[in-house]
């Protein structure tokens, strides 16, 4: 099989692999469609990398989707279409074919539209992060997030829906005028304007109830401290920009009495119910996931998927990867 792999830090390349047959509680899955998350491009470029993946075959990709052609799980039949969600420090889904224990596998519907159904698993860590901000914050009347990719537009409709006036920040125009399309209140383009001074601005001073860090900046999430409002919440879903200790705004976080809550994991929740609930969402119409559909490349071009990506996807918000199986 074809397959792109990290042969060291920075060095992404593409080759030939034999397929690996499933064990216990395993099946092989024929990949059709991935997306690069913005983690990927931490392993690669940032020193993230586990060690023992080097050479691995998909390695990092995570997220994908495909159909199952020999399985080793109950529940579990060749022709079954799944989504894939193992942990990012064991995604394998950069290749024709990927083994994944049945942990880590959601079923997808009968006719489910697997390049819509990728985006469940980027949308699936926002739904599960949202469960966890959303009950400490309270009602959310005035919102801000900060990184319109993926992560952060899903979050923003999310909050829209909920009833909150939402402030978006990014670094692109072109992600910026997606974040306007799905209905931010606000718009605000960094570093030539400020997020802060917008949610100050729109809250006569207050700050937001929840301001959400979805990019993975040490900046941006002082930025997110200094926007919200005093008891309010921070949630900081977005990646370390570092390994090690980072900076962080302590006294002005203690002063305002924050509550400063970081999300990880969505893979481990019991049931996988978050991903679960973003291929209803997805299905039902009730996000829309058509904005990140429109910036793909061949398995033969990961390497250069994953450049773009480290650019901010050139303004697009996500960057899939289209699988042989998927042009068959």
Known sequence: MRAAFLAGPGDVRVGDFGVQCPRDREVLVQMHHAAVCGSDVHHVYDGFHVDAMLGRPGYPGHEGVGVVVESRAPGFAPGDAVLTVPAGT????????????????VPLRAGADLRRAVQAQQLGTTVFALKRFLPLAGEVRHAAVIGAGSAGTYFLQQLLAAGAEVVVSDLDPRRLATAAALGATRTVLAPRESVVEAVLDATGGAGADLVVEAAGYDACREDAV????????????????????????????????????????TQAEPGLASFRQALDWIDAGRISVEHCLGSSYPLEEVPTALAVAREHGHGAAKITIELPAATR
């Open 226 to 265: 200094k926007a919200v409002r005093p008891h309010g919440v921070a949630g900081f879903f977005g990646y370390a920009e570092r390994l090690g200790s980072s900076p962080f705004p302590v006294q002005l976080a203690f002063t305002k009495s924050v509550s400063c809550l970081w999300v990880c994991g």
């Open 90 to 105: 064991a995604g394998g889904c950069f290749a024709e074919y990927q083994v994944v224990d049945d942990l880590h596998l």
